[in-house]
Structures are given as structure tokens and as C-alpha cells.
């Protein structure tokens, strides 16, 4: 991944997940094309491809689902599909991807059609764990900006019966040009510019007033023997272009989370904010009135390093081949009590990702569950994180990041 593709992000929006419904998923998938602007040729190409994957998951599929979306970037739209099941799997992908292996009664056009077909497609099977498949169609001819694949990619779902989401994930890039200084990036005073803390150099903790008045910077957290983090206090943005990823969680589900949902993303992307902490104000004071969240937000750099602040129960992790290090956050609900706000500074190794998800997945996932997709579209990868975690009694949401290299 290059710095560019480091930057590159894309906006997700009209999500709508089909599940034993092949009919209507091809009428939203032709519905979803004329509304982008795809054409007709390339609007039937997008219905064709749909078919065959709604086809499959509906003759061999276990809990197979279709999710349909736009996506956009700052020039131009398109259709994004994600083909979800839980077996039987394939056991040779390169076979299945060659042309007349179509499987039994889909259309007959193949897997290796709908490769063709889309402008970006990618494919992850384990026999009897079972399939995820990630196909793009933008207009022709395509933009050069929908090429290659964005750092950060999510993915929502509903709990049963609700057809609205109080789950939400976001990212946007900070350039640093021109940003104003948030209020908490303007609390954090000289330390901002490189003076001395020196019970950050010493381990102690300055004497503070009772927590429910404390500001919400300032506070250290020694290391302990985990080696988790201490608390970085007035953390401040590195050079460069950064990519900041929020992950919320609405309180409950149904229309009032996500009410709360989409007031914390409009108060993210539209905020100014260079910071986690900072950003994490904003989006404080956007949900007062509403319900509250959990929410999640980091920033990452090219060179690795990785600011992350959270408040409530979102689970955030470092993941590579090897390992998985899980992120601190606090207790509280934004939009109605933080108590203190604290910054942990870490590093993002160069083939590692960030994966944040709501309570709708158990946490009980493994660095092994995923070393075999690091490789993969962040889209893909939140995808099969959800297959593997994800459950029904609530409202699900995960986003991955990956390491600029």
C-alpha cells in the first residue's frame, strides 16, 4: 500500500442485505445502478454478477447472506457486493475462477464471469467455514480514482427484524492544512509544542480534582507489567496525511440508535478535529439529546504510529499473522458522561491491521481467524469477521484499517 493508497477512502451508503432472496436482490442491485449513473450495459452486467452469487449462496450456502451498497469517493459512484455463507467453502478457488465451472442451478455465467465482469473482485474460501466474495462496479470508462483499494472498509448489519442499523463506521483523511485547533487539541497548551511533562518522564500522576470534574486531559497511566501503553497526554497529530476511523455503536437499536448513529457520523466527518481525543468532543457534545453511544475512534499514520481513544464497550485490536493486541478503552457514553478522556499511543505493524467492531460480534475471535485474510480488501476482512463473530441478538458493525506500506 502506497501513501496515496494510504489517503484513499471511500463512503458507504443505502445498505440493504438480502438473505434467501435472489429476486430482490437483483432488482435492488438494478435499481442501485441506475441510480448511480452506471448505464445500462454496465447496470445488467452489475444484475448478471448478482444473480450468479445470489444463485450460489441460495443452491449450497449455510446462513447465506447478500449485502448491496453504494460507494462513492470524492469524484464518482458505484456498486459495491458482498457475497457472505457459511459453507461448504471451496476447496480450489483457481478452479471455481475458471470458466464453465459454474455450479448447478445459477445462471451458468461462473465465478470467473463475475471476476471479469466487476472492476474489482476478490474471493476468500476455507472448505466448511465457508465463502466471502467482494465485487465493485464503477461507470465506464471507470475513474482513476477508483482504482486500487481504500485503507479502511466496514461493514453493518441490523438485528433481526429492524430495518434500520444504530451501528455506524466512518473514516475521513487530515491533511492538517488549514484544520482549526479543536477544543481539546487547544487544552492541551504548551505541551503541544514540545515543553516538558514531567510526570510523563517520572510515571506519577499530578494530584487531580474528583473524577466527575476532572478535566478530561492531563492524566497519565503508568505502565504496567501487560506493557500496555501509558496514556499520552495532548497527543498531537503527526506530519503528514492522517486517517482518522471512528466506530459507534448506538445505545440499544432500532430508529432512536440510529439516530445517535448518524449524528455521530455527521459530527465526525464534518468535524475538524485532527485528534482522536479531540474528534471524540465533537462527537460528544453532536449526540447530547440523543440517546448516546459507544464510540471508537483512531488515527493512523503512514509511518505506523497509531493514536486510539475509546468510550464504552467498542472492542478495538491489533492484528497481525502473530499476534493480536487489544486497545483500551474507558467506560462512559458519549453524549451523556466521559469522565476523563485519555489517548493511548501505539504502533501499527507494517502488515498488520486495526479491527474495531460493536457488541453485536463476541469477542471471542482469534489473530488466527484472520491471518489468512490480512491480504485481503479491508471490506472483505470485516466481512468474514462477522461470519465468524457476528450474532443476531443486536445491532452489528466492524471496520478494519490497514497500515500504510
Sequence with gaps: MTAMDFARLMDCEDVAWFRDQPEAAR???????????????RSSQLVLAVAELAGNIAKHAVDGSLL???????????????????GPGIADVPAALQDGMSTAGTLGIGLGAVQRLADSFHIHSQPGLGTVQLARFWPRPAHPSAAGEPAVGGITRPIGGEQVCGDAWAARTDS????????????AGPLASGAVDWSALTGTRPSSPHPRTAPSRGTFARPGRSGRPAAVRAAVAGPGTG??????????????????????????????????????EEVHRALRGTRGAAVAI????????LLFCGVGNITAALVTSTSRSTLLSHPGITGHQMH????????????????MHSDGLSERWTRGDLAGLLH???????????????TRR??????????AR
Design 27 to 41: 432488482g435492488a442491485a438494478a435499481a442501485l445502478g441506475r441510480r448511480v449513473g452506471l448505464g445500462e450495459q
Design 68 to 86: 448491496l451498497r453504494v460507494v462513492r469517493n470524492e469524484v464518482t459512484a458505484g456498486v459495491e457486493v458482498l457475497a457472505v455463507d457459511g
Design 176 to 187: 492538517g492544512e488549514g484544520s482549526p485547533v479543536s477544543h481539546a487539541e487547544k487544552a
Design 243 to 280: 486517517v482518522l476511523v471512528m466506530s459507534c455503536d448506538g445505545l440499544g437499536h432500532g430508529p432512536m440508535a440510529a439516530v445517535a448513529a448518524q449524528a455521530a457520523l455527521h459530527a465526525f466527518k464534518t468535524g475538524t478535529a485532527r485528534t482522536p481525543e479531540g474528534a471524540m
Design 298 to 305: 483512531a488515527r493512523l499514520e503512514p509511518d505506523g504510529r
Design 340 to 355: 476523563q478522556l485519555r489517548t493511548y499511543e501505539h504502533h501499527l505493524p507494517r502488515h498488520g491491521i486495526l479491527v
Design 376 to 390: 485481503h480488501p479491508p471490506a472483505l476482512i470485516a466481512a468474514a469477521l462477522m461470519r465468524q463473530a457476528g
Design 394 to 403: 443486536d445491532d452489528a458493525s466492524a471496520v478494519i484499517a490497514k497500515a
